[in-house]
């Protein structure tokens, strides 16, 4: 125990070290701290994240390919590397490598804590965090085809008084759901257009 906090000191006071153990603690679950991939993470940007640390990934000796991340329900994969032989790769990174590197194990495994229900809750970690970031839905997702295509018309006509669109192509009532859906698409295409 004696030891454990002079170590636990020494590392407040050299963070490039205490950086690396982070790292090693989240991708082997080390130590109480155990990642799981965030379950919204598509792969477009799983493809992203990977393509900006992939020399990182591949100077450790790990597997760059996100979507093998994914697959593993018991968290990180780490090619079964041991932690020590982790903690020793890592010295290779520049600080600038193992802040990109922790950054990437950071928002791989962030996002709403339940899926199944949005996070109204403007007091949320999540929310604020989107909030300090200056997120804006609109400009990073629109309703498609296939996500109107699982609404029923009352949850279309929703959207449509919800977005504002109601002033434009009315609440919907009366209208086939195919004929709602063409025209909900063409008008958030047109307003994303417009931004």
Not at 137 to 143: C, E, L, T
Request: hydrophobic share 40%; net charge negative.
């Amino acid at each position: 125990m004696h030891k454990s906090v002079a170590v636990q000191k020494a590392l407040l006071d050299n963070p490039r070290i205490s950086r690396e153990v982070a790292i090693v603690q989240m991708l082997c679950g080390h130590y109480g701290i155990k990642l799981v991939v965030h379950k919204s993470l598509w792969q477009e940007i799983a493809i992203e994240l990977a393509e900006k640390v992939e020399p990182l990934y591949n100077k450790l000796g790990l597997s760059s390919d996100v979507m093998e991340y994914i697959c593993r329900p018991h968290g990180l994969y780490c090619n079964g590397l041991e932690s020590i032989n982790i903690y020793e790769a890592l010295k290779c990174l520049t600080d600038q490598e193992l802040e990109a590197f922790h950054l990437n194990l950071t928002v791989l495994c962030f996002g709403q804590y339940s899926l199944d229900k949005l996070d109204t809750d403007p007091n949320s970690l999540f929310n604020r965090v989107a909030q300090d970031l200056g997120v804006d839905m609109r400009a990073h997702w629109k309703p498609d085809e296939t996500f109107l295509k699982r609404r029923n018309v009352q949850q279309i006509s929703d959207i449509l008084i919800e977005s504002g669109l109601d002033k434009i192509i009315g609440n919907g009532k009366g209208n086939k759901k195919s004929t709602l859906i063409e025209a909900v698409i063409k008008q958030f295409t047109r307003l994303q257009e417009k931004d």
